[in-house]
């Protein structure tokens, strides 16, 4: 019987483990949204744009704003293509509201400036664009019902194989005694 003890031993493990790595893949992937490099209203800063990271403008803001955002430098002209919709990132106490979506022809460091007309507390970031989560986030459910499936797999065919071959045994000693 300790054999189906083991069994379902390991679907456990295995259903913590699908729920780690589910966690694990939810949390990496916001934190690789959110703006890693902020700088405030009027301030120019160099970032490193790579096209394949797929970069984004964020703002944080208590009030709604307007603002104006420009991009220069690089190895090519870069263009700011307005977001439509509101799509958000919360990271810490903050939360990021995705603005612009950065096209850049090529890999390189380029000079962005963010400004506002209103007086109000307000931070710019670049990050990536909330589209780029979607592979984590899959990922991170294929592994919440992929690994926890397996041990219930196990724990099934454990106990259907332990049973079986109880069962057996016993009819074999009935017969031979």
């Known amino acids: 019987m300790w054999w189906i003890a083991l069994a379902w031993g390991i679907a456990v493990v295995c259903g913590v483990a699908g729920v780690l790595v589910f966690a694990g893949g939810i949390v990496s992937s916001v934190s690789d949204l959110a703006p890693t490099k902020t700088f405030a209203s009027g301030e120019t800063v160099t970032v490193p744009i ?9 703002v944080a803001s208590d009030t709604a704003i ?21 799509e958000t990132v919360t990271n810490g106490s903050t939360v990021w509201e995705q603005i612009l979506v ?7 460091d380029y000079q962005l400036t963010c400004a506002n007309q209103e007086e109000a507390s307000v931070s710019y970031g670049v990050g990536r664009q909330l589209s780029t989560a979607a592979s ?8 919440l019902f992929l690994i926890p499936g397996a041990g219930l797999l196990v724990g099934i065919v454990g106990t259907v ?12 000693l009935a017969v031979g005694g």
Request: charge should be positive; aromatic fraction near 4%; include cysteine.
């Open 161 to 172: 194989v332990v049973l079986v071959r109880r069962s057996g045994s016993r009819k074999r």
């Open 136 to 143: 984590g986030i899959a990922g991170g459910v294929a592994a």
């Open 66 to 86: 307007n603002y104006q955002c420009q991009i220069s430098g690089g190895p090519g002209q870069a263009k700011l293509i307005k977001t439509t919709g509101s």
């Open 102 to 108: 950065i096209n850049a022809p090529a890999k390189g």
């Open 50 to 58: 790579d096209p394949a990271e797929k970069p984004a403008v964020y």
